[in-house]
């Protein structure tokens, strides 16, 4: 549960940079609706893949991240940590 409040607080400060940085009118992100979550998700990945495509100057790396942050929040929202898991198999990869 502490995990989950610390994701939605990282895509909160996130997302809130990437509306700054890019100018753009901030629409309220719902992090509790799963559909508001993909849908911001998606068009923060096509507006990437748009400045990609056209050469235009983009904050990837701020992009980046969002886009990671918004991956892990739909991850635990569905029950899968990914962390845990990265835990469990570097813990296995050094007992073999």
Do not use: C, H
């Not at 502490?2 to 901030?26: G, P």
């Not at 998700?41 to 701020?62: G, I, M, Q």
């Not at 886009?67 to 570097?90: P, S």
Request: hydrophobic share 40%.
């Amino acid at each position: 549960m502490e995990r989950l409040n610390d994701a939605k607080l990282l895509l909160e400060d996130l997302y809130e940079q990437y509306v700054t940085e890019l100018q753009l009118a901030e629409n309220k992100l719902d992090l509790e609706d799963i559909k508001s979550i993909e849908k911001t998700f998606e068009s923060v990945y096509r507006a990437d893949s748009f400045a990609t495509r056209n050469k235009r100057t983009f904050p990837r790396t701020l992009s980046q991240n969002l886009r990671k942050a918004f991956a892990d929040l739909l991850l635990l929202m569905e029950g899968k940590d990914i962390k845990i898991q990265a835990e469990i198999n570097a813990q296995k990869a050094l007992e073999s």
